[in-house]
């Protein structure tokens, strides 16, 4: 069965931090992984994708890694600020384009 | 481009009554997906069209919701009636090509009393 797991479910860190978040995944066969960024009470936003092929993208201060032979991701947060409060959702997707959605990481930055 | 755009923002209804949400999508985007998010299941596939058809319609729940996509600037999800277990929050996304980045609307929020 298709499954997206992610942990922690929820993480406090203090503002200034480094945090990073796990993603494992069943999903075969595989097309792409995506993170996902949701503020509270709004859309999800696309903070990276990644293919097969590759092993790490940044996008500021988020890199994400990707391990295709075990099938995990890990998001990494660096110098953590206020507004990374959210929830981060793992998404992998197939190739037949079904998306595969994680229930995400509460993340709280308190000052 | 303003974005994918979701009307309601907000609605609250009755139970029995029926429910419309609306979406527009990007410009020149030819996918557009309906998704339910609650803090139990959270974020769910209904349905998904492309080039205005509906391709996969698996995840609605039941008959008494549907989708339609008269064009490429307009879709709906109708619920008739409406129960208190659909409140949830209801968002449209679309993408121009499948494997590029999904833009999401900002969602409708459903309180079904």
């Known amino acids: 069965k298709n499954q997206v797991e992610q942990s922690p479910q929820s993480l406090i860190i203090l503002e200034g931090k480094n945090c990073t978040l796990q993603c494992n995944y069943t999903v075969s066969p595989f097309s792409n992984l995506r993170w996902y960024k949701q503020d509270t009470g709004r859309g999800p936003v696309s903070l990276t994708i990644?293919?097969?092929s590759e092993n790490t993208k940044s996008n500021g201060r988020y890199t994400a890694t990707l391990d295709a032979d075990t099938k995990q991701s890990s998001l990494h947060i660096t110098a953590s600020q206020l507004s990374d409060s959210a929830s981060y959702i793992c998404?992998?997707?197939?190739?037949?384009?079904?998306?595969?959605w994680g229930a995400g990481t509460k993340l709280i930055i308190k000052p | 481009d303003a974005g994918v755009i979701q009307s309601p923002r907000h609605e609250v209804t009755e139970m029995g009554q029926e429910v419309t949400l609306r979406c527009k999508p990007i410009s020149g985007h030819d996918y557009l997906f309906w998704y339910r998010q609650t803090m139990m299941r959270g974020l769910e596939l209904l349905i998904y069209f492309n080039n205005n058809v509906p391709i996969d319609d698996s995840g609605m729940p039941e008959d008494r919701f549907s989708a339609k996509m008269p064009n490429a600037s307009f879709s709906t999800l109708k619920i008739q009636p409406s129960e208190p277990r659909d409140s949830a929050v209801y968002f449209c996304a679309t993408i121009g090509q499948l494997n590029t980045e999904a833009f999401f609307g900002q969602g409708t929020r459903l309180t079904v009393v």
């Open positions: 998404v992998v997707s197939d190739s037949n384009y079904q998306l595969i």
């Open positions: 990644m293919t097969f």
